[in-house]
């Protein structure tokens, strides 16, 4: 587990100075939040009473006792608690919103208008605020449906394209739709905040699950919508490229990424099927993917003759794009090697507590990002005067 680099080159982190309120829950706001809080924004993250709900989704849990789901987007930041449904609760949440910059929340639309905490009325007051606004499915006719990620899955269609022919749809092993709100959400934010820097003024940034399901679609949402028909499953093959999926082999599973003819006809040199790409039918990428099935079965029965490992060498090689199905220890194994530091180990300068956590994907060349602070314990920082600063630790590897 390798070390990221926290210099900034002598200047403070691109986001110092920005504070921000998030009131949000489970993965999507609270992905948001941690990435930016990785670059220097304070983080201060209001809680109910009974905590963010994925503090009690566990197994597993790590080494301290905290579980890891909860752990994997609530660092770098500041619970307190306050109930919402309280006047002083109430109280102490709008004086903390009255100090921010930002204003981060996924409650379902209309909730914060309750408290007095939307949009319309902070602005009032605090015209120059960002808050970005994280919901399932819109604030129109889909307000009162939950969002969950599963439920979006489903009725976004991804459940459709993702699983076996002649199996039943399945989900993405992560929650996926969650993740790209929560990326969405940040650019958002950027955004809004680049505007405010230039003209003194917020506005509100929302993002919600369901659009930002159907705009990752990309390919597939575009065929549906040139030519009426939605696509279907196709396992782990591609509807326009062959062969684009995964092959048995004689002990694991091998990804085949051919992507243009001069790619096939090496894969079938390595293979040892000579001709295979000068007939008729494998001559061309189109006739290829309407002779899939075919070609399916000609490539696996040549690629059990040796392992998945075997085969990704000899053909990485030969410039075909192609690699063995890892298990995420090993894929993690792999970034390790390549030098990409995919994680890091965080200490609490207070406790020695540690914590194991993802990488932000995110490097700038004038700028690293800076972990500073595991997960906080529920309403760890109730009665802090803020700002409150971390002192400045390094993340290490282990």
């Known amino acids: 587990m390798a070390s990221t680099p926290q210099s900034n080159q002598g200047g403070p982190p691109p986001l110092a100075g920005i504070r921000i309120a998030d009131f949000s829950?489970?993965?999507?706001?609270?992905l948001c939040s941690m990435m930016l809080a990785d670059y220097g924004a304070e983080v201060i993250k209001i809680e109910g009473p009974a905590g963010d709900d994925t503090r009690a989704w566990i197994p597993p849990v790590a080494a301290d006792g905290t579980g890891t789901y909860f752990a994997s987007v609530n660092r770098n930041k500041k619970s307190v608690v306050a109930d919402l449904t309280s006047d002083d609760g109430l109280s102490y949440a709008r004086d903390l919103v009255a100090g921010c910059d930002v204003v981060i929340e996924n409650f379902r639309p209309g909730v914060m208008a309750k408290f007095g905490l939307d949009y319309q009325t902070v602005a009032k007051d605090r015209p120059d605020i960002v808050y970005c606004s994280i919901s399932g499915f819109g604030t129109?006719?889909?307000?009162?449906?939950?969002?969950?990620d599963l439920l979006v899955q489903a009725l976004g269609g991804l459940m459709s394209i993702t699983g076996s022919a002649d199996g039943e749809p399945s989900k993405v092993g992560v929650a996926l739709v969650d993740v790209l709100a929560g990326q969405n959400a940040v650019a958002g934010i950027l955004m809004a905040l680049r505007v405010r820097d230039a003209t003194g003024t917020g506005q509100q940034v929302q993002v919600n699950l369901l659009s930002s399901l159907l705009a990752a679609l990309v390919n597939q949402g575009v065929a549906m919508l040139a030519t009426g028909n939605s696509p279907a499953r196709l396992?782990?093959?591609?509807?326009?490229?062959?062969?684009?999926?995964?092959?048995?082999?004689?002990?694991?599973?091998?990804?085949?990424?051919?992507?243009?003819?001069?790619?096939?006809?090496?894969?079938?040199?390595?293979l040892g099927l000579h001709g295979l790409a000068e007939q008729a039918k494998f001559l061309t990428n189109e006739r290829r993917v309407r002779s899939r099935?075919?070609?399916?079965?000609?490539?696996?029965?040549?690629?059990?003759?040796?392992?998945a490992s075997q085969w990704q060498r000899r053909l990485l090689a030969a410039g075909v794009p192609a690699g063995k199905v890892n298990t995420i220890g090993e894929a993690f194994e792999l970034a390790d090697n390549l030098g990409l530091e995919p994680s890091i180990v965080v200490t609490d300068p207070a406790t020695g507590r540690e914590s194991r956590q993802l990488a932000n994907p995110i490097r700038l060349s004038a700028a690293a990002p800076s972990y500073r602070q595991v997960p906080p314990t529920l309403g760890e920082h109730q009665g802090s005067t803020f700002p409150?600063?971390?002192?400045?630790?390094?993340a290490k590897g282990s």
């Open 235 to 270: 396992g782990n093959a591609h509807p326009s490229i062959a062969p684009y999926e995964t092959f048995r082999t004689g002990s694991g599973t091998l990804a085949v990424a051919v992507g243009n003819d001069r790619q096939f006809a090496a894969l079938a040199s390595v």
């Open 25 to 30: 829950r489970v993965l999507a706001g609270p």
């Open 293 to 307: 099935a075919e070609l399916r079965a000609v490539l696996e029965a040549a690629l059990l003759a040796d392992t």
């Open 140 to 148: 129109g006719a889909g307000a009162d449906l939950p969002g969950y």
């Open 388 to 394: 409150l600063e971390f002192p400045t630790t390094s």
